[in-house]
Each structure stands twice: as C-alpha cells, then as structure tokens.
C-alpha cells in the first residue's frame, strides 16, 4: 500500500491549459527528482459525443491530442485543470513551486499541500487491479475508463 507520509501537492492554474502548454508545464515537471506520482486532472473529452441527437457521432476537439512527456506519447482525454503530485518529501514541492513561478508568468496559478490522491486501495482499485494490486497506482482509477493507466518511466 501507499504510504499516507508521502507528501502531496496540486497545482491549480486559473484557467484550462491548451494541450500545448499542459506539455510544456508537465515537461517541466517531470525533470524535478522526487515525483513519486502524477495525476492530470480537469473535464473529460469524449472520442464521440455521449448524449444528444449527435449522440455516438465523432468528437472532434482541438483539445484531445497526443502530447508528449519526457519520453512517453500520452493521448489527453481531459482538458487539463490541475496537476496533483504525490512526491518523496517536502523539499521536491519547493522545487516544483519554483518551476511553476518560472512557468506561470502570464496568468496566476495555486499549489495547494494536503491529500488530493486515494493512499489505500478501494472497491474500485480492487475491482479493477485485484487483491495485489501494484502500489504505485492505487487511487488512480477511473471506473469509466476502459484503457489502462499510462506510467512515466524515470519518474522517481
């Protein structure tokens, strides 16, 4: 199980970011030693459109696209809102607090401590990964989301 002393963190920009500058922000990011765990946050995009009289046509929205971070291509399904962090200890949050100042010059943002990810498993990790699920996704899952999770390598 994940241990509840690990710190974490949420950064809050004022608005939804553009895919482009959520792969910046989060490239970034991931440069920082210490990220244990990352979480992209904010209102989903659906591939086709869920209700309505277009209900099941295409999508198309010029915010769901293939970003890359560090070395992966993450396909963005949410608009992104806040990025949470679960990080080694409380000196990698100052570090992150001084790539966002240098980030975030043009438009406010917050980064708020406290517990914004799941530390023990629930129903729904169980349902999904089973009794022996790995750790380092605990609270990380969506109940709707057929695909699976997508995990930077080199983020520790």
């Known amino acids: 199980m994940t241990e509840a002393s690990y710190p974490q963190c949420r950064i809050v920009p004022l ?14 990011i991931v440069k ?10 904010g ?8 209700y309505g009289p277009a209900r099941g046509k295409p999508n198309p ?23 949470v962090l679960e990080v080694e200890d409380r000196g990698v949050i100052e570090e992150v ?15 708020q401590e406290g517990i914004f990810m799941k530390t023990k498993p629930s129903l729904v990790d169980y349902a999904k990964y089973g009794p022996g699920a790995d750790e380092s996704v605990i609270g990380l899952t969506d109940p709707g989301k057929k695909g699976g999770l997508v995990i930077l390598q080199g983020l520790k």
């Open 97 to 111: 607090r001084s790539v966002c100042d240098e980030f975030f010059t043009e438009i406010p943002y917050t980064l």
């Open 61 to 83: 929205h010029s915010a769901r696209r293939v970003i890359t971070v560090g070395d992966t291509e993450v396909e963005l399904q949410v608009q992104v809102g806040q990025v």
């Open 32 to 41: 920082v030693c210490g990220i244990r765990r990352m979480l992209v946050n």
């Open 15 to 28: 608005r939804m970011l553009k895919p482009e500058t959520a792969e910046r922000l989060l490239n970034s």
């Open 43 to 50: 209102p989903r995009l659906p591939a086709t459109v869920p």
